[in-house]
């Protein structure tokens, strides 16, 4: 059964709030976030020049804070 968002949030926390340091592989899109997860990591992780690099572009603030929440989005979905 699927963890829940809730489920998820608590886990997130819980590992933040802990001594240890976690790994957390960058990912750029849902199916690289799946292969993560399938890896067995805990975390993805995402940044902005992450984001503008797997669309062609260079890092200069080209996509708006919409279309960035929809990327963070779909990495979300897919774990």
């Known amino acids: 059964m699927e963890a829940t968002t809730t489920e998820k949030r608590r886990t997130l926390r819980k ?40 669309l062609g572009f260079a890092d200069a603030g080209l996509l708006t804070l919409t279309e960035m929440i929809n990327r963070a989005r779909e990495i979300v979905e897919a774990v």
Not at 26 to 45: K, M, T, Y
């Open 15 to 54: 590992m933040m709030q802990g001594p240890e340091c976690h790994i957390a592989p960058s990912c750029n899109d849902g199916i690289q976030a799946r292969l993560v997860e399938w890896l067995g990591f805990p975390l993805v992780h995402i940044s902005g020049s992450g984001q503008h690099r797997s």
